[in-house]
T-cell receptor, first 115, second 116 residues
């Protein structure tokens, strides 16, 4: 079975600074996808960024980028120019290559933005 | 607007009662999912369905049941056999089979279930 580990229960960053959230995973599959989801206080889950395991290039979405290290099974999220609206729970998630079997989530990192 | 709706937003249940949570999507997605979220935990998969009239158990299916009679609907029943049902329940859907980003799931707003 696949597992996803987020070792930072809580992180704090000053507004406009950069922060990196860590995620490691364990799988024996070669074809899979990785995601970062954001859950603000409204509890609505919002997709931040996705990475296909077969792609060597790290995904980027505006201020959000990932550092995908396939051999190390590491998938960290970097948030640049942090904004107050970035404050939320962030979840790392994994799915197998077929994509239809559901996501495996980490326990989440609570990100606090200091004004 | 396309999306996923869940109702009700808050639900209260007495011990020993079954209760059904609603999930509807108009995204024309094939697959639908139910997750449970507890404080300090990530989301855990309860049940999922890849096609109408078919569904599979997830990691924590005991005490829950589902049906998938229509593509748009995937209701979850929390039975009296579920020992600790108080939690936040999230429904999601996704497309697959080459018709969209693989694995990307769209979530509803959730239902908070409290057992009194």
């Amino acid at each position: 079975a696949q597992t996803v580990t987020q070792s930072q229960p809580e992180m704090s960053v000053q507004e406009a600074e950069t922060v990196t959230l860590s995620c490691t995973y364990d799988t024996s599959e070669s074809d899979y996808y990785l995601f970062w989801y954001k859950q603000p206080p409204s509890r609505q889950m919002i997709l931040v960024i996705r990475q296909e395991a077969y792609k060597q290039q790290n995904a980027t979405e505006n201020r959000f980028s990932v550092n995908f290290q396939k051999a190390a099974k590491s998938f960290s999220l970097k948030i640049s120019d942090s904004q107050l609206g970035d404050a939320a729970m962030y979840f790392c998630a994994y799915c197998n290559g077929g994509g239809a079997d559901g996501l495996t989530f980490g326990k989440g990192t609570h990100l606090i933005i200091q004004p | 607007d396309g999306g996923i709706t869940q109702s009700p937003k808050y639900l209260f249940r007495k011990e020993g009662q079954n209760v059904t949570l609603s999930c509807e999507q108009n995204l024309n997605h094939d697959a639908m999912y139910w997750y449970r979220q507890d404080p300090g935990q990530g989301l855990r998969l309860i049940y999922y369905s890849q096609i109408v009239n078919d569904f599979q158990k997830g990691d924590i299916a005991e005490g829950y049941s589902v049906s998938r009679e229509k593509k748009e609907s995937f209701p979850l029943t929390v039975t009296s056999a579920q020992k600790n049902p108080t939690a936040f329940y999230l429904c999601a859907s996704s497309t697959h089979g080459g018709r969209g980003p693989v694995g990307e799931q769209f979530f509803g707003p959730g239902t908070r279930l409290t057992v009194l």
